[in-house]
Structure formats: structure tokens, C-alpha cells
T-cell receptor
Framework: EDKVVQSPLSLVVHEGDTVTLNCSYE??????LLWYKQEKKAPTFLFML????IEKKSGRLSSILDKKELFSILNITATQTGDSAIYLCAYHYGGSQGNLIFGKGTKLSVKP | DAGVIQSPRHEVTEMGQEVTLRCKPI?????LFWYRQTMMRGLELLIY????????DSGMPEDRFSAKMPNASFSTLKIQPSEPRDSAVYFC??????????????FGAGSRLTVL
């Protein structure tokens, strides 16, 4: 059973649209939740969330965590073709840095 | 820093051959991770090291897989003998133990393995 579930699995939008990506996780010694963006190569870090209700923001991207309902969302406003990528959510639990479980990702395609 | 360096970037081999993937982590990072990514299973952790010591290898699929970290700047992942189902992209990642970057993995560009 997957411990990190992302939805939707894929999404096609047009430039300028706003998108919301979802990530739900299983709670077991929760430490943090991370978002990564993966284009053609390596995943690159976007956000790390540890506290509920505090929005992290970087340009047109923002993310928030709800530890009560066990989910996080990643919002992208005014999408651009360069936002096309797979967005990965990862849940960090327990006492070791190695305890990081990734979801299967949401593939976002932004059409001109 | 040049980031996490992996080699080779692409490897095509035949079933039964030995495959060795290499990784140079970011200098000063205490943790090194090996992941495998496939369409079906996503990113799976294979093994990770802390200060060159293997901590958890429970993700290594079977005895055909082995990993070593002889020093702080080099690690290998070996598959012997390789099988077609090992075809995947293998990522190495590293992170510092403390500081603002702790728990944030920096990934290498990956090694795409195709076993025929």
C-alpha cells in the first residue's frame, strides 16, 4: 500500500491557468513533507514543510501542509510552459534522514 | 560545488553482464542515497550511507545488487548479473547531516540503465 499518494497522476493545462497538486501521506512519526520538481533529469528541491497552516512561497509556486488531515497541496499560478514537469511529493518520517518515501508524482503539461 | 556527479549517464548492456554505477556526492555531505526510478514504481530507495557506513539496505532488491562507499567522496552501486527488469534510472543523492539543508536531498543527474 502506497504511503504517499499524489493526485492527479497527470494534468494538462494552458499557459496562464492555475493548478493545484495534491499529496496525502500516512502518519508514522512524521517529520516533514518535501516537494520536488523533476524535468528531464534530476529532481530539484522546491519546498520543505513541517508545520501546519504555514504557507511556503517561491514566486508563482506555493505550498501548504495540513497535519490534521494528512495532506499537502502545491499551487502554481499563471502557469508557463517551463512549469511542465513531474512534481514529486516525499514524506519524511522517523529518526533517520534516510526515511524518505516518495509518491509516484504528478505529471504536469502546460500547453502554449 | 559541481553538485552530485554520477557516471555513466547511459549504460546499455546485455543480460548477465556486470554493471557498475558511480557517484560522487557533494563535498561535506554526510548522507548518500541510491534510488531507482521506474514508471511503474516511481522513486524507490535502495540503500543509504551515513559517514560512509551503510545504514539501511532493505530496499536492495536482491543479492545481485551491492553498494559500497569506500570514502566520503565516492560510492558505487553494482549489479551482477544484470537482468532486463533492472532497466531503470538510478539516482544518487546526498544531504548534510546538520544545518538548513539537513533532510533535503540533492540529486545527481541519474544513470539510465538498459539491460537487453
Amino acid at each position: 500500500e502506497d504511503k504517499v499518494v499524489q493526485s492527479p497522476l497527470s494534468l494538462v493545462v494552458h499557459e496562464g491557468d492555475t493548478v493545484t497538486l495534491n499529496c496525502s501521506y500516512e502518519v508514522t512519526n512524521f517529520r516533514s513533507l518535501l516537494w520536488y520538481k523533476q524535468e528531464k533529469k534530476a529532481p530539484t528541491f522546491l519546498f520543505m514543510l513541517t508545520s501546519s497552516g504555514i504557507e511556503k512561497k517561491s514566486g508563482r509556486l506555493s505550498s501548504i501542509l495540513d497535519k490534521k488531515e494528512l495532506f499537502s497541496i502545491l499551487n502554481i499560478t499563471a502557469t508557463q510552459t517551463g512549469d511542465s514537469a513531474i512534481y514529486l511529493c516525499a514524506y519524511h518520517y522517523g529518526g533517520s534522514q534516510g526515511n524518505l518515501i516518495f509518491g509516484k508524482g504528478t505529471k504536469l503539461s502546460v500547453k502554449p | 560545488d559541481a553538485g552530485v556527479i554520477q557516471s555513466p549517464r547511459h549504460e546499455v548492456t546485455e543480460m548477465g553482464q556486470e554493471v557498475t554505477l558511480r557517484c560522487k556526492p557533494i563535498s561535506g555531505h554526510d548522507y548518500l542515497f541510491w534510488y531507482r526510478q521506474t514508471m511503474m514504481r516511481g522513486l524507490e530507495l535502495l540503500i543509504y550511507f551515513n559517514n560512509n557506513v551503510p545504514i539501511d539496505d532493505s530496499g536492495m532488491p536482491e543479492d545481485r545488487f551491492s553498494a559500497k562507499m569506500p570514502n566520503a567522496s565516492f560510492s558505487t552501486l553494482k549489479i551482477q548479473p544484470s537482468e532486463p527488469r533492472d532497466s531503470a534510472v538510478y539516482f544518487c543523492a546526498s544531504s548534510p547531516q546538520t544545518g538548513s539543508g539537513a533532510n533535503v536531498l540533492t540529486f545527481g543527474a541519474g544513470s539510465r540503465l538498459t539491460v537487453l
